[in-house]
């Protein structure tokens, strides 16, 4: 992938992620990468989720943490607005 690319990319999911928790940081952008990144594999590939579900249990379980924190974040900044 090409820098200005990448660059682009970058700009678009710190948007992405200001529109989606009404902040953003690097915590958080990176948060929003994972989050979306599973969420589009699952609804993509499922048989791949859950094999990775299966190999993985702490990490199934950081996942659900994770979307859990996504969800309540949003609808606090939902609230805000």
């Not at 969420?39 to 943490?65: F, R, V």
Request: glycine share 6%.
């Amino acid at each position: 992938m090409n820098q200005k690319l990448n660059e682009q990319l970058e700009g678009l999911l710190t948007k992405y992620t200001e529109l989606l928790l009404g902040e953003e940081n690097e915590e958080l952008r990176e948060k929003v990468k994972a989050w979306a990144l599973f969420t589009h594999i699952s609804k993509s590939m499922p048989p791949l989720a859950k094999h990775w579900n299966e190999q993985y249990p702490d990490g199934k379980e950081g996942i659900k943490e994770l979307i859990t924190e996504i969800q309540q974040l949003n609808q606090k900044a939902r609230g805000n607005n």
